[in-house]
Nanobody, 121 residues
């Protein structure tokens, strides 16, 4: 199986920064797209940022210019640098990956357990 483990969440004041990390492990042949989603209380989960295996990125309009997604293919990791954080960025952030498994070359969509980001003074 394949697992994603996020880290780096926490409490930060408005205007501050946080860096989220997500490590993929398990029976991995290749990871295609990776991304970060978030879900605020009472709201649907939404895409924050995504990155292809070739490094092409896309962002939600609400975070453009403030967040940066990156990945390290050699380490099977994806990162989200979040700057100029706002209270409305408060949410549980989830890592997502489209994985081709080594055991059976089957495509899986894998989610992490989530990490809470709270932006508050």
């Amino acid at each position: 199986q394949v697992q994603l483990v996020e880290s780096g969440g926490g409490l930060v004041q408005p205007g501050g920064s946080l860096r989220l990390s997500c490590a993929a492990s398990g029976s991995i042949f290749r990871i295609n797209a990776m991304g970060w989603y978030r879900q605020a209380p009472g709201k649907q989960r939404e895409l924050v940022a995504g990155v292809t295996s070739g490094g092409i990125t896309n962002y939600a309009d609400s975070v453009k210019g403030r967040f940066t997604i990156s990945r390290d293919n050699a380490k099977n990791m994806v990162y989200l640098q979040m700057n100029s954080l706002k209270p409305e960025d408060t949410a549980v952030y989830y890592c997502n990956a489209a994985v081709i498994t080594r055991a059976s070359y089957r495509r899986l969509e894998v989610w992490g357990q989530g990490t809470l980001v709270t932006v508050s003074s």
